[in-house]
C-alpha cells in the first residue's frame, strides 16, 4: 500500500476515533509499538510505561499479572552497577 495513501486512511480514521474519546488520559499497555502509534495517532500524550518497547508475549502477560511488583518495586541495575529504585509515576 502507498505510504501517503496509508497516511491519509490513518488521519481519517483519526478523527473519528478521536471524536468517539471519553477518555483523554489513558494508560495504554501494548506489547509492541503500536499502543506508541494508537496514541500519537490520536494526539494523546504518551502516559505508557511500554511505550515504544517490544516484550515477548509471555513476558508481557507477566508483567499485567504483578503490575505493581515491576512498576514500583522492582529494582533496577543499571551497567555500572548502580541501584535505581524508581516507579512509575502515579
Do not use: W
Amino acid at each position: 500500500m502507498n505510504s501517503g495513501f496509508r497516511r491519509l486512511m490513518r488521519k481519517g480514521l483519526s478523527k473519528r476515533e478521536k471524536a468517539r474519546l471519553t477518555n483523554f488520559t489513558p494508560t495504554v499497555f501494548a506489547s509492541n509499538c503500536n499502543g506508541g502509534v494508537m496514541t500519537h495517532d490520536l494526539g494523546l500524550q504518551f502516559r505508557s510505561p511500554t511505550v515504544n518497547l517490544f516484550i515477548r508475549p509471555g513476558e508481557f502477560v507477566r508483567l499485567l499479572g504483578n503490575l505493581h511488583h515491576y512498576l514500583y518495586e522492582a529494582h533496577f541495575v543499571a551497567g555500572g552497577g548502580c541501584r535505581l529504585s524508581r516507579g512509575y509515576p502515579r
